[in-house]
């Protein structure tokens, strides 16, 4: 027997003989570990399914609850939301709340929908996303109902330059500037949004008649 191949076979057994001795110390500890592996894993998978029909099952109520409103029960409706909004899953609590307070706004009770709208934008358990339209929703009714300081306070955080809200804020803005006969404000807002070229075409539409009314009163540029 040559040297390299005596010292291939000592190395083998060594290899051996440590394996045996590793798996002696810790073989209870790597099952233990391998079965808890696939356990966490099945129950993952249990758990992302259960969300899964969580999220199916809340979908359904949502469109029901929306059909039922199609069909003129707004009472029906508003009870379906309620509920899925306290036992829905994702994000349906939140699209229900939205929607109890659209539908209350569609029924005439604008006071309490101007509630409810106020209510989700102050919720701290809300994505971001619904606490501004939120916020947009409880400005525009409240064009109907607040004075001009007050819509100007809940609005103009919105109406800034790139934020994504702004052509309805600045809209709302002009409109309850005019019903205060605050013309140049009025005039300023509705100017944003036709100098704004990501302005929808149909809000800058709008926009181009409230300033030709203005032009009528007589103004037509900045003071």
Request: cysteine-free.
């Amino acid at each position: 027997m040559s040297d390299d191949s005596f010292i291939r076979e000592v190395d083998e057994q060594l290899r051996e003989d440590n394996a045996k001795v590793l798996w002696d110390k810790y073989g209870k500890i790597l099952i233990a570990v391998a079965v808890a592996i696939v356990v966490a894993t099945g129950a993952y998978r249990g758990w992302l399914s259960y969300k899964e029909t969580q999220a199916a099952t809340s979908g359904d109520a949502y469109i029901a609850a929306i059909a039922l409103s199609s069909n003129g029960k707004y009472d029906e409706s508003i009870a379906a939301l309620k509920l899925l909004g306290k036992e829905g899953s994702g994000q349906y609590p939140a699209l229900a709340r939205m929607r109890i307070a659209g539908e209350l706004a569609g029924k005439g009770d604008k006071e309490a929908a101007l509630k409810e709208f106020d209510a989700i934008a102050s919720d701290a358990s809300f994505d971001e996303d619904f606490k501004l339209v939120a916020k947009l929703r409880a400005g525009i009714l409240a064009v109907d109902s607040q004075d001009y300081a007050s819509i100007s306070a809940r609005l103009k955080p919105l109406a800034g330059a790139g934020l994504p809200f702004r052509h309805a804020a600045r809209e709302a803005l002009g409109i309850s500037a005019m019903k205060e006969n605050k013309l140049q404000e009025a005039y300023d807002w509705f100017t944003q949004i036709v100098s704004d070229l990501q302005a929808t075409q149909g809000v800058r539409n709008r926009a181009t008649i409230m300033l030709d009314v203005l032009a009528g009163k007589g103004i037509s540029s900045a003071e």
